[in-house]
Protein backbone atom coordinates (compact mmCIF):
# COMPACT_ATOMS: atom_id res chain seq x y z
CA UNK A 1 0.00 0.00 0.00
CA UNK A 2 1.61 3.56 -0.76
CA UNK A 3 2.34 5.33 2.24
CA UNK A 4 0.51 9.22 2.58
CA UNK A 5 2.19 11.69 0.29
CA UNK A 6 3.59 14.83 2.09
CA UNK A 7 3.45 17.47 -1.06
CA UNK A 8 5.48 20.94 -0.71
CA UNK A 9 3.60 23.34 -2.25
CA UNK A 10 0.23 24.25 -4.14
CA UNK A 11 0.79 25.38 -6.86
CA UNK A 12 -0.33 23.54 -10.21
CA UNK A 13 1.78 20.78 -10.15
CA UNK A 14 1.61 19.89 -6.66
CA UNK A 15 -2.19 19.99 -6.63
CA UNK A 16 -1.96 17.75 -10.04
CA UNK A 17 -0.58 15.18 -8.40
CA UNK A 18 -2.63 15.64 -4.77
CA UNK A 19 -5.77 15.10 -7.59
CA UNK A 20 -4.50 12.17 -9.64
CA UNK A 21 -3.49 10.69 -6.06
CA UNK A 22 -7.24 11.60 -4.98
CA UNK A 23 -8.65 9.62 -8.06
CA UNK A 24 -6.38 6.56 -7.59
CA UNK A 25 -7.19 6.54 -3.39
CA UNK A 26 -4.29 7.49 -2.03
CA UNK A 27 -3.94 9.97 0.58
CA UNK A 28 -2.18 12.94 0.24
CA UNK A 29 -1.34 16.50 2.40
CA UNK A 30 0.16 19.64 0.90
CA UNK A 31 1.88 22.04 2.83
CA UNK A 32 1.22 25.60 1.02
CA UNK A 33 3.53 28.80 2.37
CA UNK A 34 0.49 31.05 1.44
CA UNK A 35 -2.42 32.03 3.55
CA UNK A 36 -5.39 31.14 1.35
CA UNK A 37 -6.28 30.49 -2.04
CA UNK A 38 -6.91 34.52 -2.56
CA UNK A 39 -3.55 35.46 -1.13
CA UNK A 40 -2.01 36.68 -4.05
CA UNK A 41 -3.34 37.07 -7.52
CA UNK A 42 -2.25 34.00 -9.77
CA UNK A 43 -0.95 35.77 -12.62
CA UNK A 44 -2.60 35.77 -16.37
CA UNK A 45 -3.44 33.43 -18.80
CA UNK A 46 -1.66 29.59 -19.97
CA UNK A 47 -1.49 28.00 -22.55
CA UNK A 48 -2.29 24.27 -21.85
CA UNK A 49 -1.12 22.01 -24.46
CA UNK A 50 -2.40 18.82 -25.99
CA UNK A 51 0.81 16.52 -25.69
CA UNK A 52 1.28 17.35 -22.03
CA UNK A 53 -1.01 19.63 -19.87
CA UNK A 54 -4.03 18.75 -21.48
CA UNK A 55 -3.12 14.98 -20.56
CA UNK A 56 -2.59 15.52 -17.19
CA UNK A 57 -5.91 17.16 -16.75
CA UNK A 58 -7.05 14.28 -18.49
CA UNK A 59 -5.96 11.84 -15.73
CA UNK A 60 -6.66 14.20 -13.07
CA UNK A 61 -10.55 13.30 -14.49
CA UNK A 62 -10.70 17.16 -14.98
CA UNK A 63 -11.00 17.80 -18.65
CA UNK A 64 -14.31 18.91 -19.35
CA UNK A 65 -13.84 21.53 -16.31
CA UNK A 66 -11.00 22.73 -17.96
CA UNK A 67 -12.68 23.33 -21.44
CA UNK A 68 -15.48 25.60 -19.68
CA UNK A 69 -12.75 28.02 -18.61
CA UNK A 70 -10.65 28.44 -22.31
CA UNK A 71 -10.70 31.94 -23.06
CA UNK A 72 -11.24 31.53 -26.86
CA UNK A 73 -9.46 33.18 -29.62
CA UNK A 74 -6.36 33.61 -27.81
CA UNK A 75 -4.47 31.46 -29.39
CA UNK A 76 -3.51 33.84 -31.85
CA UNK A 77 -0.18 35.48 -32.55
CA UNK A 78 1.57 38.05 -34.03
CA UNK A 79 5.31 39.17 -34.07
CA UNK A 80 5.76 42.87 -35.17
CA UNK A 81 9.42 44.78 -35.49
CA UNK A 82 10.16 47.85 -33.09
CA UNK A 83 8.19 50.30 -35.63
CA UNK A 84 5.50 48.49 -35.09
CA UNK A 85 5.16 46.79 -38.84
CA UNK A 86 3.73 42.96 -38.77
CA UNK A 87 5.65 40.34 -39.85
CA UNK A 88 3.52 37.63 -38.57
CA UNK A 89 0.04 37.34 -38.26
CA UNK A 90 -1.59 33.95 -37.20
CA UNK A 91 -5.17 33.86 -35.72
CA UNK A 92 -6.73 31.19 -33.59
CA UNK A 93 -6.91 28.36 -35.76
CA UNK A 94 -9.60 27.12 -33.43
CA UNK A 95 -8.42 23.31 -33.17
CA UNK A 96 -7.43 23.79 -29.45
CA UNK A 97 -3.92 22.51 -29.62
CA UNK A 98 -3.02 25.02 -26.94
CA UNK A 99 -6.07 26.98 -25.48
CA UNK A 100 -5.23 29.70 -22.94
CA UNK A 101 -7.24 29.51 -19.63
CA UNK A 102 -6.65 32.28 -16.56
CA UNK A 103 -4.39 30.57 -14.11
CA UNK A 104 -6.33 31.18 -11.30
CA UNK A 105 -9.37 29.45 -12.49
CA UNK A 106 -7.24 26.66 -13.53
CA UNK A 107 -5.88 26.61 -10.07
CA UNK A 108 -9.64 26.64 -8.55
CA UNK A 109 -10.71 23.93 -10.65
CA UNK A 110 -7.98 21.79 -9.13
CA UNK A 111 -8.40 22.50 -5.46
CA UNK A 112 -12.23 22.03 -5.85
CA UNK A 113 -11.67 18.57 -6.56
CA UNK A 114 -9.79 17.66 -3.54
CA UNK A 115 -11.20 16.61 -0.55
CA UNK A 116 -11.55 19.28 2.76
CA UNK A 117 -8.26 19.59 4.50
CA UNK A 118 -6.22 17.96 1.67
CA UNK A 119 -3.99 22.08 1.59
CA UNK A 120 -2.95 23.08 4.48
CA UNK A 121 -2.86 27.21 4.20
CA UNK A 122 0.36 29.46 5.72
CA UNK A 123 2.95 26.32 6.11
CA UNK A 124 5.73 27.60 4.98
CA UNK A 125 8.69 25.39 4.94
CA UNK A 126 12.20 27.11 6.21
CA UNK A 127 14.03 23.31 6.36
CA UNK A 128 13.80 19.93 5.67
CA UNK A 129 16.41 17.16 6.23
CA UNK A 130 17.15 13.00 6.16
CA UNK A 131 16.54 10.86 9.01
CA UNK A 132 17.15 8.01 7.33
CA UNK A 133 15.52 4.88 6.46
CA UNK A 134 13.91 6.75 3.37
CA UNK A 135 12.13 9.20 6.28
CA UNK A 136 12.21 13.19 6.11
CA UNK A 137 11.59 15.71 8.70
CA UNK A 138 10.05 18.99 6.93
CA UNK A 139 10.13 22.20 9.46
CA UNK A 140 7.54 24.74 9.14
CA UNK A 141 7.95 28.71 9.64
CA UNK A 142 5.99 28.35 13.15
CA UNK A 143 8.42 26.03 14.28
CA UNK A 144 6.09 22.51 13.93
CA UNK A 145 7.37 19.66 12.35
CA UNK A 146 6.23 16.93 9.77
CA UNK A 147 7.77 13.67 9.17
CA UNK A 148 6.97 11.36 6.12
CA UNK A 149 8.73 8.18 4.10
CA UNK A 150 7.20 10.39 0.61
CA UNK A 151 7.74 13.72 0.10
CA UNK A 152 7.80 15.57 -3.11
CA UNK A 153 9.17 19.27 -3.30
CA UNK A 154 6.46 21.00 -5.99
CA UNK A 155 7.12 24.38 -4.12
CA UNK A 156 9.43 26.04 -7.74
CA UNK A 157 12.11 27.64 -8.14
CA UNK A 158 13.75 27.81 -4.55
CA UNK A 159 12.39 24.77 -3.23
CA UNK A 160 13.09 23.88 0.18
CA UNK A 161 12.87 20.31 -0.62
CA UNK A 162 15.94 20.45 -3.76
CA UNK A 163 18.36 20.44 -1.08
CA UNK A 164 17.59 16.91 0.03
CA UNK A 165 18.66 15.59 -3.71
CA UNK A 166 20.86 18.26 -5.18
CA UNK A 167 22.97 20.98 -4.46
CA UNK A 168 21.97 22.59 -8.54
CA UNK A 169 21.10 26.88 -7.50
CA UNK A 170 18.75 28.64 -10.04
CA UNK A 171 21.38 30.98 -11.93
CA UNK A 172 20.25 34.46 -14.06
CA UNK A 173 20.33 33.99 -17.43
CA UNK A 174 20.94 37.41 -18.22
CA UNK A 175 17.19 38.58 -18.93
CA UNK A 176 14.64 40.60 -17.35
CA UNK A 177 11.19 41.08 -17.86
CA UNK A 178 9.09 44.05 -16.13
CA UNK A 179 5.43 43.39 -15.93
CA UNK A 180 2.74 45.93 -15.91
CA UNK A 181 -1.17 45.82 -16.84
CA UNK A 182 -3.41 47.66 -18.77
CA UNK A 183 -6.84 47.88 -18.09
CA UNK A 184 -10.41 48.09 -20.35
CA UNK A 185 -7.76 48.47 -23.59
CA UNK A 186 -9.95 48.50 -26.53
CA UNK A 187 -11.28 51.90 -24.69
CA UNK A 188 -8.71 53.18 -22.98
CA UNK A 189 -5.90 52.20 -25.00
CA UNK A 190 -6.84 51.27 -28.82
CA UNK A 191 -3.71 51.80 -30.08
CA UNK A 192 -1.95 49.15 -27.99
CA UNK A 193 -5.21 46.73 -28.27
CA UNK A 194 -4.80 46.89 -31.64
CA UNK A 195 -1.29 46.46 -32.01
CA UNK A 196 -1.28 43.45 -29.84
CA UNK A 197 -4.67 41.92 -31.59
CA UNK A 198 -6.38 39.21 -30.59
CA UNK A 199 -3.59 36.88 -28.39
CA UNK A 200 -0.04 37.33 -27.76
CA UNK A 201 2.41 39.94 -29.10
CA UNK A 202 5.60 39.57 -29.87
CA UNK A 203 7.47 42.71 -30.72
CA UNK A 204 10.89 42.47 -30.77
CA UNK A 205 14.68 43.74 -31.88
CA UNK A 206 17.87 42.84 -30.84
CA UNK A 207 18.17 42.65 -26.55
CA UNK A 208 15.06 43.68 -26.35
CA UNK A 209 11.45 42.96 -27.12
CA UNK A 210 7.52 43.91 -25.96
CA UNK A 211 5.68 41.19 -25.40
CA UNK A 212 1.99 41.05 -24.50
CA UNK A 213 -1.24 39.17 -23.96
CA UNK A 214 -4.50 39.92 -24.40
CA UNK A 215 -6.79 38.95 -21.04
CA UNK A 216 -10.51 38.70 -20.55
CA UNK A 217 -12.53 41.48 -19.65
CA UNK A 218 -9.89 43.92 -21.80
CA UNK A 219 -7.16 43.30 -19.91
CA UNK A 220 -3.27 43.32 -21.91
CA UNK A 221 -0.44 41.78 -19.93
CA UNK A 222 2.74 43.34 -21.29
CA UNK A 223 6.48 42.27 -20.56
CA UNK A 224 9.36 44.28 -21.19
CA UNK A 225 12.33 41.91 -22.22
CA UNK A 226 15.89 43.22 -21.81
CA UNK A 227 18.71 41.27 -22.27
CA UNK A 228 20.88 42.82 -18.95
CA UNK A 229 23.11 41.97 -16.95
CA UNK A 230 21.48 41.84 -13.21
CA UNK A 231 23.11 44.92 -11.74
CA UNK A 232 21.08 47.11 -14.20
CA UNK A 233 17.89 45.85 -12.63
CA UNK A 234 18.83 45.70 -9.55
CA UNK A 235 20.13 49.56 -9.65
CA UNK A 236 16.19 50.54 -10.72
CA UNK A 237 14.00 51.71 -7.69
CA UNK A 238 10.76 49.90 -8.48
CA UNK A 239 9.37 51.18 -5.16
CA UNK A 240 9.13 54.91 -7.64
CA UNK A 241 6.99 53.29 -10.20
CA UNK A 242 7.02 56.41 -11.93
CA UNK A 243 10.55 56.77 -12.38
CA UNK A 244 11.26 52.69 -12.91
CA UNK A 245 8.87 53.40 -15.59
CA UNK A 246 10.64 55.86 -16.96
CA UNK A 247 14.17 53.90 -16.61
CA UNK A 248 12.38 51.08 -18.36
CA UNK A 249 10.93 52.77 -21.47
CA UNK A 250 14.26 54.92 -22.24
CA UNK A 251 15.43 51.43 -23.40
CA UNK A 252 12.67 51.86 -26.11
CA UNK A 253 12.76 55.51 -27.21
CA UNK A 254 12.79 55.30 -31.19
CA UNK A 255 10.58 52.36 -31.05
CA UNK A 256 6.34 52.55 -32.02
CA UNK A 257 4.42 54.66 -29.51
CA UNK A 258 1.55 52.00 -29.68
CA UNK A 259 4.30 49.75 -28.83
CA UNK A 260 6.30 51.69 -25.84
CA UNK A 261 2.50 52.83 -24.58
CA UNK A 262 2.04 49.45 -23.62
CA UNK A 263 4.72 50.12 -21.20
CA UNK A 264 4.30 53.94 -20.32
CA UNK A 265 0.20 53.61 -19.94
CA UNK A 266 0.78 50.78 -17.78
CA UNK A 267 -2.24 50.99 -14.74
CA UNK A 268 -0.06 48.88 -12.28
CA UNK A 269 3.05 49.50 -10.59
CA UNK A 270 6.04 47.64 -13.00
CA UNK A 271 6.80 44.20 -11.16
CA UNK A 272 10.58 42.89 -12.18
CA UNK A 273 11.46 39.24 -12.94
CA UNK A 274 14.33 38.49 -13.56
CA UNK A 275 15.08 34.98 -15.78
CA UNK A 276 16.67 32.53 -13.68
CA UNK A 277 17.04 28.26 -14.61
CA UNK A 278 18.21 25.50 -13.76
CA UNK A 279 21.21 24.16 -15.38
CA UNK A 280 19.91 22.05 -18.65
CA UNK A 281 19.65 18.29 -17.77
CA UNK A 282 19.52 18.82 -14.11
CA UNK A 283 19.04 15.47 -12.63
CA UNK A 284 19.83 13.71 -9.28
CA UNK A 285 20.51 10.23 -8.19
CA UNK A 286 17.98 8.44 -5.92
CA UNK A 287 17.62 9.01 -2.68
CA UNK A 288 15.03 6.83 -0.49
CA UNK A 289 11.50 8.39 0.10
CA UNK A 290 11.94 12.27 -1.75
CA UNK A 291 11.27 13.42 -5.47
CA UNK A 292 10.29 16.65 -7.39
CA UNK A 293 8.36 18.34 -9.75
CA UNK A 294 7.84 21.47 -11.84
CA UNK A 295 10.23 24.10 -11.19
CA UNK A 296 11.87 22.56 -8.09
CA UNK A 297 13.21 19.75 -10.37
CA UNK A 298 13.81 21.88 -13.71
CA UNK A 299 13.59 25.40 -14.12
CA UNK A 300 13.61 26.69 -17.25
CA UNK A 301 13.69 30.06 -19.44
CA UNK A 302 9.82 30.97 -19.78
CA UNK A 303 8.46 29.46 -22.85
CA UNK A 304 4.95 28.60 -22.05
CA UNK A 305 5.85 24.93 -20.89
CA UNK A 306 6.39 25.14 -17.38
CA UNK A 307 2.71 24.73 -16.13
CA UNK A 308 2.65 22.26 -18.40
CA UNK A 309 5.48 20.21 -17.44
CA UNK A 310 4.64 20.53 -13.57
CA UNK A 311 0.95 19.17 -13.99
CA UNK A 312 2.25 16.59 -16.25
CA UNK A 313 4.86 15.82 -14.04
CA UNK A 314 2.39 15.38 -11.23
CA UNK A 315 0.43 13.41 -13.31
CA UNK A 316 2.57 10.82 -14.06
CA UNK A 317 4.35 10.57 -10.91
CA UNK A 318 0.31 10.14 -9.17
CA UNK A 319 0.35 7.36 -11.88
CA UNK A 320 3.87 5.57 -11.09
CA UNK A 321 2.65 5.42 -7.64
CA UNK A 322 -0.01 3.96 -8.12
CA UNK A 323 1.01 1.54 -10.64
CA UNK A 324 3.25 0.51 -8.19
CA UNK A 325 1.75 0.21 -4.39
CA UNK A 326 3.61 -2.26 -2.91
CA UNK A 327 7.29 -0.93 -4.08
CA UNK A 328 7.67 3.61 -3.36
CA UNK A 329 10.72 3.25 -4.47
CA UNK A 330 9.95 1.60 -7.76
CA UNK A 331 7.63 4.01 -8.57
CA UNK A 332 10.04 7.21 -7.90
CA UNK A 333 12.84 5.45 -10.05
CA UNK A 334 10.55 4.68 -12.84
CA UNK A 335 9.15 8.62 -12.96
CA UNK A 336 12.63 9.80 -12.38
CA UNK A 337 14.06 7.93 -15.51
CA UNK A 338 10.87 9.72 -17.86
CA UNK A 339 11.13 12.93 -16.01
CA UNK A 340 15.30 13.71 -16.36
CA UNK A 341 14.99 13.22 -20.56
CA UNK A 342 11.76 14.75 -20.66
CA UNK A 343 12.96 17.97 -19.27
CA UNK A 344 16.01 18.06 -20.17
CA UNK A 345 14.76 18.04 -23.86
CA UNK A 346 12.36 21.12 -23.05
CA UNK A 347 14.68 22.91 -21.01
CA UNK A 348 17.18 22.81 -23.84
CA UNK A 349 14.24 23.81 -26.37
CA UNK A 350 13.32 26.37 -24.23
CA UNK A 351 16.48 27.72 -24.08
CA UNK A 352 16.87 27.98 -27.27
CA UNK A 353 13.51 29.60 -28.43
CA UNK A 354 14.07 32.39 -25.41
CA UNK A 355 17.73 33.19 -26.79
CA UNK A 356 16.39 33.46 -30.49
CA UNK A 357 13.54 36.59 -28.94
CA UNK A 358 16.58 38.61 -28.58
CA UNK A 359 19.54 37.27 -31.15
CA UNK A 360 21.18 39.40 -33.75
CA UNK A 361 18.37 38.51 -36.34
CA UNK A 362 15.32 39.22 -33.78
CA UNK A 363 12.38 39.50 -34.76
CA UNK A 364 12.94 37.64 -37.95
CA UNK A 365 14.52 34.56 -36.45
CA UNK A 366 11.28 34.45 -34.24
CA UNK A 367 9.16 34.55 -37.65
CA UNK A 368 11.31 31.29 -38.95
CA UNK A 369 10.78 29.67 -35.89
CA UNK A 370 6.37 30.23 -36.12
CA UNK A 371 7.06 29.09 -39.96
CA UNK A 372 8.78 25.58 -39.39
CA UNK A 373 7.57 24.91 -36.20
CA UNK A 374 4.02 26.36 -35.61
CA UNK A 375 2.49 28.85 -33.17
CA UNK A 376 4.13 30.35 -29.75
CA UNK A 377 4.27 28.04 -26.56
Same mark, same amino acid.
Not at 102 to 112: H, N, Q
Not at 156 to 159: I, K, L
Not at 357 to 367: F, I, K, M, R, T
Given at each position: MTPPVTIIGAGLGGLTLARVLHVHGIPATVHEAETSPAARTQGGLLDIHEYNGQLALKAAGLFEEFLGIIHKGAEASRVLDKNGKVLLDEPDDGTGGRPEV?????????? #?SLPADTVQWGRKVTAARTLGGGRHEVTFADGTTTTTSLLVGAD????RIRPLLSDAEPEYVGTALIETYLFDADTRHPAGARAVGDGSLFALAPGKGICAHREPDGVLHTYATLSKPQEWL???DFTDADAATASVAAEFHDWAPELTALLTDGETAPVPRAVNALPIGHRWDRVPGVTLLGDAAHLMCPSGEGANLAMYDGAELGNALAAHPDDTEAALAAYEEALFPRSAAAADQASRAHKL?? #? #????????DFFTNHGQAG
Open positions: PRGALRRILL #DGAWSDAICL #D #DNAPHSLV
